[in-house]
């Protein structure tokens, strides 16, 4: 049984780093003590592009500063945005829960209820009306100041709710997914309503799509990293996996139980294709779940005798190509499907995304030879002028037509899926 979408990862807080892939182990724990250490509040943030597992590597530091004992609430920015309101949101994510006594939870609550409510008040009616100063009325300037006032009163309860029970750590995620303005008062309230010794907000961001949602409030002009910054005490960078996104590809073609098929990091073809794709074409870990994913249910409707006989037949081979340039260049693929281009013209596209000249003129096998088998759909591509037609010079020609006659020009058809069936298939990535 396969499914579109990856499963949601669990952190156990007892072993947090029990499925930890891509060694983050260290930096999680180099996080927490930082946090731990910290006296005066803060605001940290984790840095990454989206998919690159940031939300993963908060909720290990959530898990691992539990089993220190100490509090830390968790608020997903996008999901849990129920009311609109991100004073209400974020501080009811923080007070209804059990990380303080119920008499502190009573007290933090009210005095969130009473802040949130003259709020709620003075944006409905308006703070400030002109006739305020014609008439000498200052009831305006008054409902600022019970404003400010009660902003006071929470941060002196959690003031109070800090000292009698311990340092509170607040977790913001997903903060990037909210629309512009919503993001930014979050990221405002976070800074001033939590700015109470004891209490560090840590966020998971990626940090150019915050620069671009500052911009999209305040104009291009605004120069969005500084304004950041002052929100933000210290930026905390997410590093791309180096050698450990093999064994992290590894383990998600198990999790749809492709182990069998796929292998990246050894000398196999359809594996080592995919772990090319990953890297030239930067792939997030998100996309690498998602296409993996996918690739099971391409994998799932191969001919039973093609699957019979092993990981590395021909159809299989066909289907990782296809798969692979459908997701290194859609348009080259689309031309493709719509038969505005032949499968010597697919097989120069795939080398020219995924930059494997170099690997083709060594005559790496790795790759070589999931490429070929785009001529084994349409064998009257497999010619030196339609190659060279298509881009290739004369002995990369040369390279991919021996190949093609060594493993494919006699492979049987018994079985093999029409040139429909094939793309049908392949479509099932999308």
């Known amino acids: 049984m396969t499914s579109v979408r990856p499963e949601d990862f669990v952190v156990d807080d007892e072993q947090p780093f029990d499925h930890d892939l891509l060694d983050r182990k260290d930096r999680v724990k180099g ?187 305040y104009g291009e002009g605004c120069d969005a990293e500084k304004y950041l910054r002052r929100f933000i005490d210290l930026m905390i960078d997410l590093p791309r996996p180096g050698a450990t996104l093999v064994g992290f590809m590894n383990e998600t073609f198990a999790s749809v139980g492709l182990s069998g098929d796929l292998k990246a990091g050894s000398n196999h073809y359809s594996g080592s294709m995919l772990e090319v794709l990953a890297d030239r074409a930067e792939m997030s870990l998100r996309d690498i779940m998602q296409f993996t994913h996918r690739m099971a249910r391409v994998f799932a409707l191969l001919p039973s005798t093609e699957r019979s006989e092993g990981p590395g037949g021909p159809v299989e081979l066909l289907a990782v190509a296809l798969c692979v340039l459908r997701w290194a260049d859609p348009t080259g693929y689309r031309e493709l499907t719509a038969g505005n281009s032949d499968m010597a013209e697919a097989t120069y596209l795939l080398v020219r995304a995924l930059s494997l000249e170099e690997r083709l003129a060594e005559q790496d096998l790795l790759v070589l030879v999931p490429l070929v088998s785009l001529l084994w759909l349409d064998s009257a591509s497999a010619t030196k002028e339609r190659l060279e037609a298509a881009g290739f010079g004369s002995d990369a020609a040369d390279t991919i037509l021996d190949l093609f006659q060594t493993r494919f020009a006699n492979s049987a058809f018994w079985g093999r899926p029409s040139r429909d069936q094939i793309f049908g298939f392949v479509e099932l990535l999308a």
């Open 31 to 217: 996080l927490c003590s930082l946090v731990e250490s910290l006296s005066t509040p803060a605001v940290l943030a984790v840095n990454g592009p989206f998919g690159s597992g940031k939300s993963v590597f908060l909720r290990m530091c959530a898990s691992r500063l539990r089993s220190r004992k100490v509090k830390v609430a968790e608020f997903d920015a996008w999901q849990q945005s129920h009311t609109q309101t991100p004073l209400v949101d974020l501080v009811s994510a923080v007070t209804s829960s059990d990380r303080f006594s119920e008499e502190t939870a009573r007290s933090l609550g009210n005095a969130a209820a009473r802040l949130a409510w003259r709020v709620a008040s003075a944006v409905t009616h308006g703070i400030v009306q002109r006739e305020d100063f014609e008439l000498g009325d200052k009831s305006g300037f008054d409902e600022w100041a019970q404003i400010e006032q009660r902003r006071e009163e929470f941060r002196k309860e959690l003031g109070q709710a800090v000292d009698r029970d311990g340092k509170l750590v607040v977790l913001i995620d997903e903060l990037d997914r909210c629309p512009p303005e919503r993001a930014l008062e979050i990221l405002d309230v976070a800074r001033h309503l939590f700015d109470v010794a004891g209490v560090v907000v840590v966020l998971g961001i990626n940090e150019s799509e915050l620069q671009q949602r500052v911009k999209t409030v």
